[in-house]
Nanobody, 121 residues
């Protein structure tokens, strides 16, 4: 079991940036995938970034604006979000899929508590 804690959310204006951080505690030495997901009210939870087997993935909606990366601490994964838009408003979650190399939400069973990102003028 892996404990995931997100931080860095907040209220920003369109065009501004935020950097989210996901800190993991527990067993992460085995093969695993980790990603960022978001969910707005009334909408399905969607993947916005993922690291799987050393590769990174982004949907078209955030490609070129969001970047996932590992911080200096090996158990921390950040999401840099630039040029934020109102449609980026959502609760952002980090999640891990243990023993799996996949970005499909179906495989993720370790979830953080989420952090609110609001983009509004």
């Amino acid at each position: 079991q892996v404990l995931l804690v997100e931080s860095g959310g907040g209220l920003v204006q369109p065009g501004e940036s935020l950097r989210l951080s996901c800190a993991a505690s527990g067993s992460t030495s085995e093969r695993y995938s980790i990603g960022w997901f978001r969910q707005a009210p009334g909408k399905e939870r969607e993947m916005v970034s993922c690291i799987s087997d050393g590769n990174t993935y982004y949907p078209d909606s955030v490609k070129g604006r969001f970047t996932i990366s590992r911080a200096s601490a090996k158990n921390t994964v950040d999401l840099q979000m630039n040029s934020l838009k109102p449609e980026d408003t959502a609760v952002y979650y980090c999640a891990a899929a243990m023993g799996i190399g996949s970005c499909s939400i179906l495989w993720y069973d370790n979830w953080g508590q989420g952090t609110q990102v609001t983009v509004s003028s």
